[in-house]
């Protein structure tokens, strides 16, 4: 069995946009804490912006078992170009005025979305496959770059990941299975963030 567990960074609320601050790094000591600790991860990857390898210390911090190096690697999934460039600025600003960015992309260009998702699938599976069975990976990543890989997935819109937030794809390569979960509670840090920032 091989699984991917994908989580979306921390809250941005360091010095600059582009970077976690308090609020990030304690909601994601915690998610480290309360719902990574104890689960075997063999494999840790971030994101080439630096706020996915904050997000991942904070992690590693609040887990306190993690083997992890000390410059995770890139998880070569996404699809990048000007025109998704361009959505993905589309759906940053409407992130910032409260909207769903998925709904949002899937609204400004479906069939950019459709590409993209597909793209990302088929990049997935063959970066996936390079991996031992078994292997279980954390991998740190970006709104709404993960869902539209659970789009590709499931052919279904989810709600925008809020920070923490995540999925896990499980591969059964003896039984050629492959199962996409995004409902486990275990993946659902909204408890700890209303604890944490009541």
């Known amino acids: 069995m091989k699984i991917f567990e994908f989580r979306r960074h921390s809250i941005k609320d360091g010095p600059t946009s582009a970077m976690i601050g308090p609020k990030g790094y304690a909601l994601a000591r ?6 990574l600790r104890g689960r075997g991860f063999t494999h840790f990857f971030a994101s080439t912006y630096f706020r996915t390898h904050q997000t991942l210390s904070a992690f590693t911090e609040g887990a306190g078992d993690f083997r992890l190096k000390f410059i995770p690697e890139h998880a070569p999934i996404y699809v990048n170009s000007v025109e998704i460039q361009n959505m993905l600025d589309v759906c940053a600003k ?30 997935f599976l063959l970066w996936s496959g ?14 709404p770059s993960l869902e539209f890989l659970v789009y590709g997935f499931k052919e279904m819109a ?20 492959l199962e996409v979960d995004i409902y486990a509670h275990d993946l659902d840090p909204s408890a700890i963030r209303a604890m944490l920032f009541p």
């Open 94 to 123: 409407a992130e910032k005025r409260g909207e769903d960015m998925m709904q949002t992309a899937l609204a400004h260009d479906p069939d950019l979305v459709q590409r993209t998702s597909m793209n990302m699938v088929n990049q």
């Open 158 to 177: 989810i709600p925008g990941l809020k920070e923490c937030r995540g999925f896990r794809i499980e591969m059964d390569q003896a039984r050629r299975s």
């Open 30 to 35: 915690a998610v480290g804490e309360q719902q």
């Open 130 to 143: 390079n991996f031992p069975d078994p292997m279980n990976a954390l991998i740190v990543g970006h709104s």
